[in-house]
């Protein structure tokens, strides 16, 4: 009636659109979503902090774990052990992103079988246990590999889980706000995490590390208040 930009009472249509998104935005943070709110931005926070803060600085850890490991036995005695460390670490930095392939295989056979949030809290709690040994493991030979693989294995699951929960916990009305504010959490947790990991991975080694593992851990403990929603109606 009004064109296609304007609506009743002559409220332009975004605007119309933007207190939408603001109505849904307040209804998120009131009850009964308020708690299911509150969660998973924590879950989602903890968990990309975590995870974009591991992987990104992983070639760097690797990096400083090589050097600081004896030249002569990481090379085998060559006298090229620069290139050879430089392979080293792109070989060990590629091998977790190829765990990835049977840790995501795996989530598809599983994820049927077992509930979103029970995913989600086996995937950070085992997460976690991976970087916090990932930390302890930094002076043996194979520890640092074979950490950062279960890491890569195990956190994909993580990831299915999350978007799995974001359909379950919110009514279609409310969802995709619940998604966007669920992401830009996301978004905020990868940014802060990769930030921390690099201001302080030269001051001190392993402590990013450790606050990346408490993080997940406070994450998937959060998780266990989520409800079970899953093939519930959701008003």
Same mark, same amino acid.
Request: proline content about 4%.
């Given at each position: ?9 002559? #409220? ?12 849904? $935005? /307040? ?19 903890? =968990? ?5 803060? +591991? ?14 490991? *004896?030249?002569?036995?990481? %090379?085998?005695?060559?006298?090229? %052990? ?5 392979? *080293?670490?792109? =070989?060990?930095?590629?091998?977790? /992103? ?8 795996? @989530?598809?056979? #599983? ?12 995937? @950070? ?12 493991? @930094? /002076? ?6 074979? $950490?950062?693989?279960? +890491? ?9 889980? $999350?978007?799995?929960? +974001?359909?379950?916990? =919110?009514?279609? *009305? ?12 996301? /978004? &905020?947790?990868?940014?802060?995490? *990769?930030?921390?990991?690099?201001? $302080? ?7 990013? &590390? ?11 403990? @959060?998780?266990?208040? &989520? ?6 109606? &959701?008003?």
């Amino acid at each position: 009636m009004f064109g296609t930009h304007f609506l009743m009472f002559g #409220i332009p249509a975004h605007e119309l659109q933007n207190l939408q998104m603001g109505g849904q $935005m /307040r209804d998120l943070l009131l009850k009964p979503w308020r708690q299911r709110t509150n969660a998973m931005l924590v879950v989602t926070f903890s =968990f990309a902090f975590g995870y974009y803060g +591991f992987t990104i600085w992983l070639p760097d850890y690797f990096d400083h774990i090589q050097a600081d490991s *004896n030249c002569s036995f990481t %090379c085998g005695g060559t006298n090229n %052990c620069s290139q050879l460390l430089i392979q *080293n670490i792109y =070989f060990e930095a590629f091998v977790p /992103r190829i765990a990835t392939i049977p840790g995501q295989v795996i @989530t598809i056979i #599983i994820v049927n079988r077992v509930t979103a949030k029970l995913l989600m809290v086996i995937s @950070t709690v085992l997460s976690s246990g991976s970087v916090f040994a990932f930390a302890l493991f @930094t /002076r043996k030979v194979y520890g640092p590999i074979l $950490m950062s693989s279960i +890491f890569g294995a195990v956190s994909v699951a993580g990831w299915t889980a $999350m978007d799995i929960l +974001f359909v379950e916990l =919110f009514p279609t *009305n409310l969802r995709s706000t619940a998604v966007g504010l669920l992401q830009a959490s996301a /978004r &905020l947790g990868a940014i802060v995490g *990769n930030l921390i990991f690099g201001q $302080m991975i030269n001051v001190h080694f392993v402590a990013p &590390l450790f606050l990346s593992a408490i993080l997940m851990l406070l994450g998937s403990l @959060t998780a266990l208040v &989520l409800p079970r929603t899953a093939k519930e109606v &959701l008003q």
